[in-house]
């Protein structure tokens, strides 16, 4: 659509006067050009003011101002530049320092002489190769990590995933060991990355129907049980190997909680083989007052339209996990004003991203943000 004429409907759909119009269509016009029109999971021929026209004729024409005035107003969007820079840092900002610090521990010397002593660079630059980087999903941006290192890390220490066959693990071992000129190398750091993380579940939770403990963290160390220790394990990760844990993004309680998960499970975790150490790190974590329901009473009549419209039919096996049964506010109760540029959290309000058809007694819902679904 033109952008004009979107505009112009989207005054219309607002009831702005000429003054008001001027002022909204400078910020959207700004905005737009500089986030909003990268979200990638627009539809084909449509950017965010159509989508915003669309988004607000579902509410009541007295309900309107109040959804734009929060979009306006309240809004965290984390743009691609944004993404980028959180990957860049990655390395130099959460891998090199650990290094570092371990090899200065290991050498009883003070971190700043790890790079000027001779013997202590080797040793840096030895368990630098001996870090394996894997990802959790498609948000871990292996590609940008590898981009942004080359010359430093090289390829043959990036995965997509963290189940592997037996012959890729044997590939990477092989692999580490013909680098470097050592028959019995062995990884000594292995990092799963991801890109956000809001309740901490998808990556490790008690599941009540199995009676035991679920997420991405079981399903990476049962693949590593099984696969590796095909290859007898011990020759391919160091006995003292850590696991990292790494995301991007994650909330306040998020960050907590997860952390809080993997302690309370530490002596079910542990069996032959695997780590005693679990570190985790975080890109940037998000306000603790950043959930909307944080501030009731200056968020009441927007917790109100979350209520009102809204389709439970988007409600799933996956979503119950999260321990609220009612999405309104995303999963988890979240309740996050949040999207990332490559899709958006089912942590936030899920009245910025369901698309369902409705029903007799249900409204139909109409994403600002769809969100392309993918289950843990």
């Known amino acids: 659509m033109n952008e004009g004429l979107g505009l112009r409907i989207l005054s219309e759909i607002m009831a702005w006067d000429d003054d008001q119009a001027r002022r909204e269509f400078s910020w959207l016009r700004l905005m737009s050009k500089l986030k909003y029109d990268g979200y990638r999971d627009f539809q084909a021929g449509m950017r965010f003011i159509e989508s915003l026209g669309t988004w607000l004729q579902q509410f009541d024409p007295a309900e309107r101002r109040t959804a734009y005035e929060f979009v306006r107003r309240s809004l965290i969007y984390v743009g691609q530049g ?23 521990a290991e050498k009883a010397i003070p971190r700043y002489r790890v790079l000027v002593d001779s013997d202590a660079k080797e040793a840096a630059d030895r368990l630098r190769r001996q870090t ?4 959790l999903s498609d948000g ?48 000594r750091l ?47 990760l160091s006995p003292h190997w850590e696991l990292c844990v790494h995301h991007y993004i994650a909330t306040d309680a998020g960050s ?8 309370d499970a530490k002596v079910s975790l542990k069996t032959d083989g695997w780590t005693d150490t679990i570190n985790f790190s975080f890109g940037t974590v998000l306000p603790g007052d950043l959930p909307i329901d944080k501030s009731p009473a200056f968020y009441s009549n927007f917790i109100a339209l979350t209520q009102k ?17 009612h999405l309104g506010l995303g999963y988890g109760g979240c309740a996050l004003p949040l ?8 942590n936030s309000v899920a009245i910025l991203w369901a698309e369902t058809e409705g029903g007799e007694a249900t409204p139909a819902m109409r994403p600002l943000f769809r969100r392309r679904q993918r289950h843990s």
Do not use: C
């Open 339 to 346: 999207v990332l540029e490559h899709n958006t959290p089912n």
């Open 190 to 236: 292995v990092y799963l990355i991801d890109d956000f993380v809001g309740t901490g579940t998808s990556f490790h939770r008690w599941n009540e129907k199995k009676g035991k403990w679920s997420g991405k963290l079981s399903r990476f160390k049962e693949s590593l049980e099984n696969v590796v220790g095909a290859l007898s394990g011990k020759h391919v």
């Open 256 to 263: 907590r909680e997860m952390v809080k998960r993997v302690e």
């Open 309 to 325: 419209y809204y389709d439970p039919t988007i409600q799933t096996e996956h979503t119950d996990v999260g321990g609220v049964e």
């Open 140 to 187: 871990a941006r292996i590609d940008g990590i590898r981009h942004n290192n080359v010359g430093i890390l090289t390829n043959e220490q990036f995965v997509l995933a963290t189940q592997l066959d037996e012959d890729k693990w044997q590939d990477l071992v092989d692999d580490l060991r013909k680098e470097l000129k050592d028959p019995d190398a062995q990884f």
């Open 132 to 135: 394996l980087f894997m990802g």
């Open 82 to 104: 944004e993404m980028n820079r959180l990957v860049e840092q990655f390395y130099p900002s959460v891998v090199r320092e650990r290094i570092i610090s371990m090899v200065a």
